[in-house]
């Protein structure tokens, strides 16, 4: 399995593990406006929004894809935006504040 690790380079400590998961995290990225805000993909089907500072998952967006998250990426300014990939040949943007459904197909 895979997993991420957020170091603090200034302290050179360990601020985030998620190695206690067996499940494959395809791809990370961190919110362009909130840094503290991680967006995982997984072979869970899920769409995870971590934050990082509270080391617990603020948001989860799962199983709408109905297969893997191979890929996740922030809207430029909007940090209540994020697409989403899957491995169904989808992509879908969901919108944090409702994420139920998502926005577009």
């Known amino acids: 399995f895979y997993s991420f690790t957020k170091w603090d380079i200034n302290t050179m400590s360990l601020t985030y593990d998620t190695s206690n998961n067996c499940i494959m995290t395809f791809d990370a990225k961190q919110s362009p ?3 503290n805000w991680l967006a995982t993909g997984d072979s869970s089907y899920n769409l995870n929004v971590w934050n990082t500072k509270a080391r617990s ?4 967006l799962s199983l709408f894809h109905g297969c893997d998250v191979l890929t996740v990426h922030w809207h430029r300014l909007n940090t209540n935006l994020i697409f989403s990939g ?3 040949g989808l992509i879908r943007l969901w919108d944090l504040r409702n994420h139920h459904q998502p926005v577009k197909r």
């Not at 998952?57 to 989860?60: L, M």
């Open 86 to 88: 899957g491995s169904d």
């Open 57 to 60: 998952t603020c948001s989860e």
């Open 33 to 35: 406006i909130e840094l």
